[in-house]
């Protein structure tokens, strides 16, 4: 085609790009330019009159109802065109066209255009002419008569005042409804109310006068919320791979891994388990290859620590209710056994006495009473030693020392 191009060419932000149908031959009269288009504001009464003057070609435009309309129409007459140049296809419906080669070059030498015009598209095939903004008309009427607030942003729709009575063109066929589709999709993605870090994912709950942010994700993976989180039976929670997770199947929860598990708190860890263990009360079971091996058990109200051999439990160490600590076993001490205070504690009772003791040097001391002892009242120090043949004791306050007279009877 060597037909001129009927151009106005606006910097926009939702752009409208003109181009001359493909290779297909039009058969019509040449001295026509017919127009593929919606209603254009731009091209006026007066434009096209002054421009059909210059050229001596009749415009005929043939409209339909909007942007997707003349999408599906030029699609449709692919192979035979019914125009030679189509305005209204814009940035959103574009990537159709020109997958479809709809258009041919026009060969036109554009003059300076802003470069936010052609960031959609740069190529020959199609020319940016106009820029609009997506815009909202509120119903006054209903906002006075209900004293609802105007909204200041796409939040304000999502509430009860505005629900089922926000209406958008179809954004299958329309470039006013497609303009606003992109348009809401990248304004909550982007967060463009700037009220929380910008690129996040927020599912929020509306009362009628308060939005709560219910989760909220952000663009390096970390997730927000502000409620329990539920998750079916037998379904993980898995940290970098499956040898790593939580699962529980309604009865138990399992925390696996195949290395170390670590509990690090800053002050208590509790572990409060209400069912029935071995001993009536909750358990901690040790398991080694998925064989029990040790428990700390409720025993009836006792805590003890238990081992098994040969499928038998023993109870290693068990603390009653009352303080009182019960070991069946022998007790191997490393370091030294002390009472909590000085001249207090007992070692065995009047009813519960010792076999036998096996000692080194035997030091006695009552200094630490007020009352002495109950012979004569004095306190003292002494230290009970073997000799080869003798014992001796030793005064540790004046220090003396003395040897027992001892009788051989056998």
């Keep these: 085609m060597n037909k001129s191009l009927l151009m106005i060419i606006l910097m926009s932000s939702a752009i409208t790009l003109p181009g001359c149908l493909g290779t297909a ?40 109802e909007d942007g997707g309309a003349v999408l599906e129409t030029a699609l449709q007459t692919i192979d035979s065109p019914i125009a030679d140049l189509i305005i209204g296809i814009d940035n959103s419906f574009l990537q159709i066209a020109l997958d479809h080669e709809l258009y041919q070059e026009s060969g036109i030498v554009l003059p300076s255009i802003h470069p936010q015009a052609s960031t959609p598209y740069s190529g020959g095939l199609v020319i940016p002419y106009d820029w609009g903004k997506v815009c909202f008309n509120i119903d006054s009427e209903y906002t006075d008569e209900e004293e609802v607030p ?11 005042d505005w629900k089922g009575k926000v209406a958008v063109q179809n954004p299958r ?16 993605e982007n967060d463009a109310d700037n009220s929380t870090d910008s690129r996040k994912l927020k599912i929020a709950g509306y009362d009628g006068t308060t939005r709560t942010t219910w989760l909220s994700g952000d663009s390096s993976g970390n997730l927000t919320t502000i409620g329990d989180v539920t998750l079916a039976n037998d379904k993980k929670v898995i940290f970098g791979d499956a040898g790593e997770h939580i699962v529980g199947d309604g009865t138990k929860i399992t925390i696996a891994s195949s290395n170390s598990i670590t509990l690090d708190a800053v002050t208590d860890i509790i572990l409060d388990a209400d069912g029935q263990g071995g001993g009536g009360g909750g358990d901690i079971i040790f398991r080694d290859g998925g064989l029990e091996y040790g428990r700390v ?31 069946p076993g022998n007790i191997t001490v490393g370091g030294n056994i002390l009472p909590t205070t000085d001249a207090t504690q007992d070692l065995g009772s009047t009813s519960k006495r010792w076999n036998n003791i096996y000692t080194g040097d035997l030091h006695l001391s009552n200094e630490s009473t007020k009352s002495g002892n109950s012979i004569d009242g004095t306190t003292g120090n002494w230290t009970l030693q073997e000799g080869q043949s003798d014992l001796f004791l030793i005064n540790n306050n004046t220090g003396k020392k003395y040897k027992f007279k001892i009788e051989e009877i056998e």
């Design 297 to 327: 058990e409720n025993n009836s109200g006792n805590i003890a620590i238990a081992n098994r051999t040969s499928n038998t439990w023993y109870n290693i160490i068990e603390a009653s209710n009352n303080n009182d600590l019960t070991m």
């Design 150 to 160: 105007i909204p200041t942003d796409l939040w304000d729709l999502t509430g009860e």
């Design 25 to 64: 031959e039009i058969e019509a009269d040449k001295s026509k330019i017919r127009i593929l288009t919606y209603d254009i504001y731009a091209l006026s009464d007066s434009v096209i009159s002054d421009f059909e003057k210059e050229t001596g070609y009749e415009v005929v435009f043939i409209k339909q």
């Design 173 to 188: 066929t329309s470039t006013t409804g497609r303009a606003f589709l992109a348009a809401t999709v990248d304004y909550f």
